[in-house]
């Protein structure tokens, strides 16, 4: 693998499309776990949201462990457990729970965002102050999930304790960066919908980056940034099926969200031209087209960004063209599946 071929990943939201429902969106999703898994992608990351019919990746931890059933080789986690929503013993528990059963395998990835809107965020949160106490909840977790602490200490994670679950800071902000670079973790930037920080922010946690906090897992700063991305085997059948993703985020823009529509092909007609703005503005960290349209447009943004490692996510109507853009893309990056 080259330099510019970092490792690629996998981020699911488990998304819903219009026509069916949650059960066939989470089947779905294992099957591409397990396709993801034999292509040679190197993580398979859920992300918690709520209160949104577009998605059902609510419970990370659960999906999590399904996928974990179905898979033998590739890392899983959560890409991310929204902290503000549970208590840092809780998620030890959890996640410590998953290393105990499937080893290794385990990612913990995590934002200080609640992952949804106000009034449901309000019926999650554990408390009014929990937001404000971000930096210490990851340094208990961190604790929760490290050596024995012995006899002494009142409160352990069982299971949990001893199984290192590596954690990861996310953000789409420059706050998530300066978090990841004071507690020394690796850092994983959302410009693939949140694009205009994403040169401040991941130049500032190079930056801020110490390994002095006490809890700092890698000894150099470690990027992955995330990227929409579809492949087709021409530009415009890739174009024509990521009608679908910007339908979403126009969603997004009219308060009007719901399961995934089948692609158009006059986008700006079905959703109009402000839409089509915002949706080309939010989704502007994408690589769409043939496989070497693709490869080239995602070499280029690691160059840009002096990425790590890339995370990608894709969405289509027809869950049958999403595996079919995972394994264009793998063979045209070169990943290996071999066990």
Same mark, same amino acid.
């Given at each position: ?51 949104? %019919? ?80 971000? %930096? ?8 929760? @999930? ?23 800071m996310l953000g789409s902000s420059l706050d998530g960066a300066a978090v990841a670079a004071y507690l020394g973790l690796p850092y994983a930037f959302a410009s693939h919908f949140a694009p ?59 308060g009007r969200r719901g399961p995934l529509r089948p692609p158009v092909r006059d986008l700006e007609t079905v959703i109009g031209p402000q839409a089509a703005r915002f949706a080309d503005d ?18 280029? @943004? ?7 490692? @890339? %995370?990608i996510t894709t969405y289509t109507y027809d869950p049958a063209h999403r595996a079919r853009s995972f394994t264009l893309l793998a063979e045209a990056w070169g990943l290996d599946g071999t066990?």
């Amino acid at each position: 693998m080259t330099a510019s071929r970092v490792p690629l990943s996998v981020l699911d939201l488990v998304p819903v499309a219009s026509g069916t429902d949650t059960a066939t969106a989470l089947d779905q999703s294992v099957e591409m776990v397990g396709l993801a898994d034999s292509l040679g992608y190197h993580r398979y990351w859920y992300a918690e949201h709520h209160n949104v %019919i577009t998605f059902a990746s609510s419970a990370t931890s659960l999906l999590i462990g399904r996928a974990a059933e179905h898979s033998t080789r590739i890392r899983l986690g959560s890409g991310g457990v929204m902290l503000p929503n549970h208590s840092p013993l809780m998620v030890a528990e959890y996640y410590g729970t998953l290393a105990e059963m499937y080893g290794d395998r385990i990612d913990l990835g995590l934002g200080r965002a609640p992952g949804t809107d106000p009034t449901t965020a309000a019926a999650l949160r554990r408390g009014a102050a929990a937001t404000d106490t971000f %930096i210490q909840d990851v340094v208990d977790l961190h604790r929760y @999930l490290g050596p024995d602490d012995g006899p002494e200490a009142e409160v352990q994670a069982v299971p949990g304790r001893g199984t290192q679950v590596p954690l990861w800071m996310l953000g789409s902000s420059l706050d998530g960066a300066a978090v990841a670079a004071y507690l020394g973790l690796p850092y994983a930037f959302a410009s693939h919908f949140a694009p205009q920080l994403r040169h401040e922010a991941l130049a500032l946690y190079r930056e801020r980056f110490t390994t002095e906090s006490g809890i700092a897992e890698i000894k150099r700063p470690y990027a992955m940034a995330g990227v929409n991305v579809l492949v087709a085997p021409t530009d415009d059948e890739a174009h024509h099926l990521f009608t679908t993703a910007q339908q979403m985020v126009a969603g997004i823009y009219t308060g009007r969200r719901g399961p995934l529509r089948p692609p158009v092909r006059d986008l700006e007609t079905v959703i109009g031209p402000q839409a089509a703005r915002f949706a080309d503005d939010f989704q502007q960290v994408r690589a769409v087209g043939s496989p070497g349209t693709v490869v080239a447009e995602l070499e280029a @943004l690691v160059a840009d960004l002096e990425a790590d490692e @890339l %995370i990608i996510t894709t969405y289509t109507y027809d869950p049958a063209h999403r595996a079919r853009s995972f394994t264009l893309l793998a063979e045209a990056w070169g990943l290996d599946g071999t066990p």
